[in-house]
């Protein structure tokens, strides 16, 4: 729970994410742009103040150390430069300035020199005389007008980087948004579907990783509802499948127990046979929940007949008959063992007079049919329709349809599981015809092939 609590939303993450980058990404770029242009801003003014300097050391007399007098400046200077005359010694002679200047004194090789000095940029120029150099022009500037263009190109800097990265922001809250919406609608939904609502569909939302895993939920959530569909159908067939012969074992020992004379011995005999099916309807039911594989095993249809013509229904007569050679068929045993017990079952109970059940080779496939001499059923009476009437028939007999339902419908369920087909071939007499699919080995691959 705590560490629930502590995630942080997928949209927080993402905007902070976005955000963050373009924050560090802006600032590593402005950090080295904003120390070029104070370098830029202040090696121009450097460049104007050598010109000016050596404009004013061009013009000034090269006798000022013998005779200082005020000085004449070339047209065109800033009004905010400071211009004197220095000796070599670095001392004031004219003009403004401080009383003494160290540039100017290292200005007496004959070059130009720059440095701060008292707040100001300053350069300065030797002028020169038939005698060397016995003089310094001396030229400064306030470093604050440097500063101030400086800090003005930072401040331009900075709006822009806060617009960068406010439009990343909000790009960031967008596609934040967008990233996080289906995968809060895929949220919802596997919600929705643990609370057990089988329909949910996902919306398209232009992101494939989210549209493929919201295909993947939908499919999911459609085969989980088919699933609980068919278990639900399923454990109703069961229920029918057992209460039938679970109601003959206990009417039996109950009639035995009432009736006055009555062979305890042969009716615990018949209990004892009819709970060894009752058990191998279990056991085949149990096999066929369990068993959600495609691959059968081959068929032993002699055998299964075999064994209907063991179990022959008590007071009817059973005909179990094979006709001709049979294919091979690949089927769940369980499976098709179950729907001719119902198929018998609903001859027994709704039928009269001699049981058939006839295998045959139909060309592609095995037939095998299942027949009684009773009245059948009405032409537009769907006897595979899902019914739960709860009723085995009319007590009278008179209405030989009712009944079928839920019986012939699981009958038809394991047919079609196992590819094949349940149809009532012939409505009176009845006939109700098992098809299954002849097995075909699967091709072998050419040899020659490349």
Not at 176 to 201: H, I, K, M, N
Not at 291 to 298: F, I, L, Q, T, V
Request: zero cysteines.
């Amino acid at each position: 729970m705590d560490a629930v609590a502590r995630t942080a939303p997928l949209r927080r993450r993402l905007l902070v994410t976005i955000a963050g980058i373009t924050a560090v990404a802006v600032v590593l770029l402005i950090i080295p742009l904003a120390v070029a242009v104070q370098r830029l801003y202040r090696n121009e003014a450097v460049t104007k103040l050598e010109r000016d300097a050596t404009r004013v050391a061009a013009t000034a007399p090269d006798d000022e150390a013998r005779h200082p007098r005020p000085i004449r400046l070339p047209e065109g200077l800033n009004e905010r430069l400071r211009v004197g005359i220095y000796g070599i010694d670095g001392t004031l002679l004219t003009g403004e300035g401080p009383p003494y200047s160290a540039a100017a004194r290292r200005a007496r090789d004959g070059r130009l020199h720059q440095r701060d000095e008292h707040g100001r940029l300053v350069v300065t120029a030797p002028i020169p005389s038939d005698e060397g150099v016995t003089s310094v022009a001396r030229v400064g500037m306030p470093e604050r007008v440097v500063a101030r263009r400086t800090e003005r190109a930072w401040g331009v800097m900075a709006a822009f980087a806060l617009l960068i990265i406010g439009l990343a922001a909000f790009v960031a809250r967008y596609q934040s948004r967008r990233l996080a919406r289906p995968l809060e609608r895929l949220t919802a939904a596997a919600q929705a579907l643990g609370d057990g609502d089988f329909t949910v569909r996902a919306r398209s939302s232009g992101v494939l990783e989210a549209d493929e895993a919201g295909r993947a939920l939908e499919v999911t959530a459609r085969r989980l509802g088919s699933m609980l569909d068919r278990e639900r159908a399923f454990s109703a067939d069961v229920s029918h499948q057992l209460r039938t012969p679970l109601t003959g074992l206990l009417l039996g020992l109950e009639s035995a127990l009432e009736r006055p004379g009555a062979d305890l011995e042969a009716a615990v005999r018949t209990a004892v046979r009819r709970g060894e099916h009752l058990r191998d309807i279990i056991d085949d039911l149990l096999s066929l929940a369990r068993d959600a594989g495609p691959n059968r095993g081959p068929l032993d249809v002699p055998g299964m007949l075999e064994e209907l013509r063991l179990r022959s229904p008590a007071g009817r007569p059973l005909e179990v008959a094979a006709r001709g050679p049979l294919p091979e068929v690949h089927a769940s045993a369980s499976a098709v063992r179950q729907i001719l017990a119902v198929l018998l079952d609903n001859a027994q109970v709704h039928g009269a007079g001699r049981i058939t059940v006839e295998a045959s080779d139909i060309g592609g496939g095995l037939a095998i049919d299942v027949s009684d001499e009773g009245p059948g059923v009405t032409e537009t009476e769907d006897i595979f329709a899902r019914r739960h009437s709860g009723g085995a028939g009319s007590p009278d007999g008179s209405d030989p349809g009712a009944g079928h339902g839920i019986g012939l419908a699981l009958a038809r369920a394991l047919a079609e599981a196992e590819g094949g087909r349940l149809v009532l071939r012939r409505p009176s007499p009845p006939i109700f015809t098992l098809l299954l699919p002849a097995y075909e080995p699967p091709a072998e691959p050419d040899e020659g092939a490349a």
